[in-house]
């Protein structure tokens, strides 16, 4: 098996292809990367911005080059002798007419081949979507969508198709007889009873009538694709019938302004295999599992064997070819039943590098018997920037927090807040199909029979918020004692909050825990089975919408604390804690990937590094804070008895503006507009002054404007010149928190994983923010630069980075010579032990020090934090004079001669370093022995 040594994350799409990436390749070899980490690269939506909408599992994506232009990239990477981990989508495709499969079951129906591709509850208990699926597509409502004339009927060589904008439906076959025989007559004059192609089409109508449903192999198939071929046959050489056509289309289309015009086009969607409706009936009544609640996105039933080979296909076969010599798994936490896709793909694909996407609570681990190589990183983020913010200064922030804000809930209780409005709102119809689900269970046996559909689905409800990880993973009838502790915990948390439906909730325990099912049929058993899955396919998205894309919005005690797989009631993470868990990851997932910013990140690494500044400064950021406010209390709107924007989303963007404030003074135009789509965004997150089901435009509008005000014309703006120079503080210690940031996640165990453009600084924004290009001539020519005078005079390199930092330059410098540290020790980094060194010392709890060890060789990572009161801003954090007599113990038996494999330095020990020496030059140390 390949592990990479270093992974690249690139961000493809239209504007950035296949060879884009190919120009590029000679510079991530240079840097150090081991392997291209590419996302979705097969066929999407047109005009996808990232490759998770895909349409086409089994052909390249043509919007990023040719197959030539593939190969291209192929042989460049080979000829770097570098790897191919590759993000795949298993879980969703687009709801899009380009999702052929798709379109075939919306065209057929049970006599689509693909009809079983698709995870559609074709029984649903709403009779208008009973053997129909939803296409929640709409801008508005149906009725008004039709009558202004927005969905029309079209008739070209394919067929009859619906379309609305950009989407184009088919029409099932049987539907054409409907079509071709409103005004028939006018035909039948026109060429008389007996003409041959008023018989030819009467012969096709019979045709039509006469389809064969649930044909074997293609016999269907091929009479529709031949009656088809006759009609357009009869269109294209009969004027009359075109004419025929061209006026029932008219006449379909209807008469915006009358009513009733639309009811033949009403009548006709009627009969299709679809529904059309506004987007915002998917949230209560859906019938189809989506990605988390994007109706654009429709879940794939994998665990169909038939399924997974047609899926797979082509990456099979791209990793048999050696080009893809690892796999990314995206939201592995969606499928049915993810330790048997997991056997399944290792048996297909071989003894490849396999990692997946999951979020793991503080203390959770992966399954263990997942034949896996780790997570992609969220867990080993959330840990690392836990390291940098002051957790003995908790107390105070609360306080602050809750007297600005008003914001007085811990953040427990707003979690489970926030998951039951998802549970209200956004997955009412999923939660309600779960819970009608359940009362059908609960019907079959006596002691079930006497729950009613509401208490079964309020207890179902409280369960679903209340619990406490993103899934469990039951598929069978033995429940893992990790899973049957969640479920206990869970259920004994809802019985405090429904005192009234404790037997409902122990019935729902039962279930869950696969208990008291001696009397049942295996018909029963497997029923429960099944809900017990599916409620796992749910408690995941219900965890990510109501954590991750609500309270993470509104919960903004500190907001380097707010990220993807993270948990802002802890703040921040102690020492003991970090090492406890990089010690447990060299002996269990060592090749697991290290990453700290990815396309799913809340906000980029350097701007979590500095808002972790704060965490330092509780009082002074208080009074700043207060200052700001009262300065721009002028500048808020105040409209129908509310003052936009309020207490919490103002402190939010203060949080932002110190956390990314651009450190080029050019960027700063595009900034501010940046900054308005971003505040736009975060509150219809928050869901509470607006939200994407229900926009508040005066809100935002108020927020958006409140923005412009406090960032106009900077030269004379009151507000930006209080708050500029208290930013650009923090900005200076952040630098020092990001060199220490990227030392750790180089030199701890895991595969290194950098997000594309992070070797110079990231302070972007949540997605679509992160995915802005990349000025790689820049990092080029940077780097040439570096190396050009590292080989001969590095100290005199890093004072002149420190003397231009704001550019980038040293956190690229860091970078290199850590991937250079990589390359060069590839089994120390890839195999070594992980082990805790204590400090000494006053200044103990501000250093990080911690060695890998493998077979004689040793590297020590030795990194500061804290440095507000250590350090004036501006000044670098080095030698004795700032390090006292803080000291690292060694373990015995180490060499006493080692090598700074980032400034190339020599120094001498025995039983301690100091500190102080090895920080001689700079702020972070990677020591080797020599």
Known sequence: MRIPVATYRIQFRKEYGFAAATAIVPYLAELGISDLYASPIFKARAGSSHGYDVVDPTQLNPELGTREDFDALV????????????????????????????????????????????????NHRLEDIRERVLAPLLGDFYGNCLERGDIQLAYDESGLS???????????????????????????????????????????????????????????????????????????????????????????????????????????????????????????????????????????????????????????????????????????????????????LREKIGDVYITVEKILELTEDLPTAW????????????????????????????????????????????????????????????????????????????????????????????VLALFPVYRTYTASDVVTETDQQIVRTTIAAAKQQLPLLQRELEYIEAILLRTDEEYLTDDQKAERLHFVMRMQQLTGPLMAKGIEDTLLYVYNRLLSLNEVGGNPSHFGVTLEQFHTFNEHKAQHWRHAMNTTSTHDTKRGEDVRARLNVLSEIPDAWAEHVKHWADINFKQKVRLGGRTIPDRNDEYFLYQTLVGSFPFAEEEFPAFVDRVKDYVIKAVREAKVHTAWLRPDSVYEQGFSDFVERLLVTPESNEFLSQFKPFQAKIAEYGIFNSLSQVLIKNVAPGVLDLYQGDEFWNLSFVDPDNRRPVAYEQRLTALKQIKATLSHDPIALIDDLFATRANGNIKLFLTYQLLQARKKWVELFQQGDYEPLAVKGALQNHIIAFARRFEGQTAIAIAPRFLTSLVQPGDRPLGTAVWQDTQISLPSGLPSTWTNAITAQSLQSKETIAVGDALQHFPVALLVSS
């Open 75 to 122: 042989s460049a990477i080979h000829q770097q002798q570098m790897g191919w981990l590759q993000d795949i989508v298993p879980n969703h495709m687009a709801y899009d007419s380009q999702n052929l499969w798709l379109m075939d079951v919306l065209e057929n129906g049970a006599d689509s081949d693909s009809f079983d591709y698709f995870d559609i509850d074709w």
């Open 162 to 344: 619906v379309n609305y904008f950009s989407l184009r439906l088919p029409v099932r076959i049987e539907s054409y007889a409907r079509f071709i025989t409103h005004n028939l007559g006018q035909l039948t004059k026109a060429l008389g009873r007996h003409h041959p192609d008023f018989v030819k089409l009467l012969g096709i109508l019979y045709l039509i009538k006469n389809i064969p449903a649930e044909a074997k192999g293609r016999e269907r198939y091929d009479q529709v694709v031949f009656v088809k071929g006759l009609l357009w046959e009869l269109h294209e050489q009969n004027d009359a019938v075109k004419e025929l056509f061209a006026s029932n289309v008219q006449s379909f289309n209807g008469e915006v302004g009358h009513p009733e015009s639309f009811n033949l086009l009403d009548s006709l969607l009627s009969e299709q295999f679809y529904r059309l409706s506004f987007w915002k009936v998917g949230a209560e009544e859906i019938n189809y599992r989506r990605f988390f609640t994007v109706n654009e996105l429709i879940s794939v039933k994998v665990e169909e064997i038939k399924v997974f080979y047609k899926t797979h296909g082509l990456i099979s076969q791209l990793v048999d070819e050696g080009i893809f010599t690892g796999v990314r798994i995206d939201h592995i936490d969606g499928l049915y039943d993810p330790a048997t896709y997991l056997e399944r």
């Open 371 to 462: 034949p896996v190589q780790g997570t992609s990183g969220y867990e080993f983020l959330n840990y690392v920037n836990g390291l940098f913010c002051n957790t003995e200064n908790e107390e105070k922030f609360d306080r602050f927090y809750t007297i600005l804000t008003g914001v007085t809930a811990k953040y427990a209780r707003l979690a489970t807040e926030k998951k039951g409005l998802i549970i209200d709102k956004n997955l009412a119809g999923d939660v309600e199909n779960l819970a009608q689900r359940l009362k059908r269970i609960a019907g079959q046996t006596r002691s079930g029979s006497d729950f009613t559909a509401y208490g079964l689905k309020r207890a179902l409800s409280e």
